[in-house]
């Protein structure tokens, strides 16, 4: 936790290269200072078929999924960071858009959470 999935359009990647998306995104969460390094995880997902509005030619969204727990505040900062970000490595984009969703914790399971050796409920637990 968190996730960052970048979907968009199969140029950008004439544009960029994978690890350059990945990465920038990854250190603009980083750099937040909400989350622990080890725990950021980040894809990407291009299109190769794709529908825009008219003289729209690309698009690059990133959907951040989060543990919930953090303000409205932080996590407009962390949107609008990555935006900045992204903004400056392809600034001939059509469309560019960031949104943030938190995970309920009391819906959220993961590996370490169903461990019996795990009776405190870290859901870090083992990493």
Same mark, same amino acid.
């Given at each position: 936790?968190?996730? $960052? /999935?970048?979907?968009?359009? @199969?140029? /950008?990647?004439?544009? *960029?290269?994978?690890?350059?998306?990945?990465?920038?995104? %990854?250190?603009?969460?980083?750099?937040?200072?909400?989350?622990?390094?080890?725990? &950021?995880?980040?894809? +990407?997902?291009?299109?190769? =078929? %794709? *529908? +825009?509005?008219?003289?729209?030619?690309? $698009?690059?969204?990133?959907?951040? %999924? /989060?543990? @919930?727990?953090?303000?409205?505040?932080?996590?407009?900062?962390?949107?609008?960071? /990555?935006?900045?970000?992204?903004?400056?490595? +392809?600034?001939?984009?059509? $469309?560019?858009?960031?949104?943030?969703?938190? $995970?309920? #914790? #009391?819906? =959220?399971?993961?590996?370490? +959470? &169903?461990?019996?050796?795990?009776?405190?409920?870290? *859901?870090?637990?083992?990493?």
């Amino acid at each position: 936790m968190p996730h $960052f /999935i970048i979907d968009c359009s @199969q140029d /950008i990647l004439q544009q *960029r290269t994978p690890d350059e998306l990945m990465d920038a995104v %990854y250190e603009v969460a980083d750099a937040t200072g909400l989350f622990a390094p080890n725990d &950021i995880k980040v894809r +990407l997902h291009p299109y190769p =078929y %794709y *529908r +825009l509005g008219a003289g729209k030619n690309n $698009f690059l969204h990133v959907f951040g %999924y /989060i543990m @919930q727990g953090r303000n409205t505040e932080q996590k407009a900062n962390l949107s609008k960071q /990555i935006s900045i970000r992204l903004s400056e490595l +392809l600034p001939d984009i059509s $469309f560019l858009s960031v949104n943030i969703n938190d $995970f309920e #914790a #009391a819906t =959220y399971s993961n590996k370490a +959470l &169903i461990n019996p050796e795990n009776p405190g409920q870290d *859901r870090h637990f083992g990493l």
